[in-house]
C-alpha cells in the first residue's frame, strides 16, 4: 500500500501565482481532507470530502483557496492567486469513513510563497 | 476558537522518564480521542485511540487516561527515548461526523 500520495513535496512561488497542490488518497477511503500547517496556528483543517463531494469548507481561508475532487482517486487544492502569507505545509489525509475515525497522512507539500 | 486544547506546548524529558501531555474539551459531543505522532518531515500518524467508554487505554510504552466528567484526557509516555522526540497532538470527533479537531501539539525533546 503507496499510502496517501501527495505532490509536489516542495513548492516555491513568486506572490500572485497560482499553485496547486495534488492528493491521492489510499484507495477504499470515503474521506479526504485538507489541512494545513503553521507554527502559528498549528494543524487547520481546510476543507473535507465524503465519497467526493465537500462536506465543510469552512477552514478555507479565503476565495482565492479552492478545493476540488473529480473521483475516487483524485484530489486538487488551488490557490489563485498566492500571497506569502499562504506559505506553509499543507497535507492530504483520507480515511476509510464515518465508522473509523483513524485519518492516514500523506507526507505534505511545503509551500512557500515569496 | 480552539475546540480541543493542549498542553505543554513543549516538554524536555530526561531518557526513562515519564512524559504527560494534556489536553481538555468543551464539546461533550465528541466520542473519539486520538493522539497523532509527527515527526520532522513526516504527516501525522496515528499512535493510539480512545472512546470515552472507557478511563484508560495502553498500547506498550503509551497510554491515554481519559476523565469524562473533566473533560480532560492525557498521553503518558512510559520510559521515554530519544526515538519518541516528536510532535503530538491530540484530537476529537464529534458523534457522527468524520472530521477531526486537533490540539496545538507538543514538542517532546528527550535527552540521552
Known amino acids: 500500500d503507496a499510502g496517501v500520495i501527495q505532490s509536489p513535496r516542495h513548492e516555491v512561488t513568486e506572490m500572485g501565482q497560482e499553485v496547486t497542490l495534488r492528493c491521492k488518497p489510499i484507495?477504499?477511503?470515503?474521506?479526504l481532507f485538507w489541512y494545513r500547517q503553521t507554527m502559528m496556528r498549528g494543524l487547520e483543517l481546510l476543507i473535507y470530502f465524503n465519497n467526493n463531494v465537500p462536506i465543510d469548507d469552512s477552514g478555507m481561508p479565503e476565495d482565492r483557496f479552492s478545493a476540488k475532487m473529480p473521483n475516487a482517486s483524485f484530489s486538487t487544492l488551488k490557490i489563485q492567486p498566492s500571497e506569502p502569507r499562504d506559505s506553509a505545509v499543507y497535507f492530504c489525509?483520507?480515511?476509510?469513513?464515518?465508522?473509523?475515525?483513524?485519518?492516514?497522512f500523506g507526507p505534505g507539500t511545503r509551500l512557500t510563497v515569496l | 476558537q480552539q475546540q480541543v486544547k493542549q498542553s505543554p506546548q513543549s516538554l524536555i524529558v530526561q531518557k526513562g522518564g515519564i512524559s504527560i501531555i494534556n489536553c481538555a474539551y468543551e464539546?461533550?459531543?465528541?466520542?473519539?480521542f486520538p493522539w497523532y505522532q509527527q515527526f520532522p518531515g513526516k504527516g501525522p500518524a496515528l499512535l493510539i485511540a480512545i472512546r470515552p467508554d472507557v478511563s484508560e487505554k495502553k498500547e506498550g510504552r503509551f497510554t491515554i487516561s481519559f476523565n469524562k466528567s473533566a473533560k480532560q484526557f492525557s498521553l503518558h509516555i512510559m520510559d521515554s527515548q530519544p526515538g519518541d522526540s516528536a510532535t503530538y497532538f491530540c484530537a476529537a470527533r464529534g458523534s457522527g461526523a468524520n472530521n477531526l479537531f486537533f490540539g496545538t501539539g507538543t514538542r517532546l525533546t528527550v535527552i540521552p
Open positions: 489525509a483520507s480515511s476509510p469513513g464515518q465508522t473509523r475515525g483513524e485519518q492516514f
Open positions: 484507495s477504499g477511503h470515503n474521506s
Open positions: 464539546n461533550t459531543a465528541f466520542d473519539y
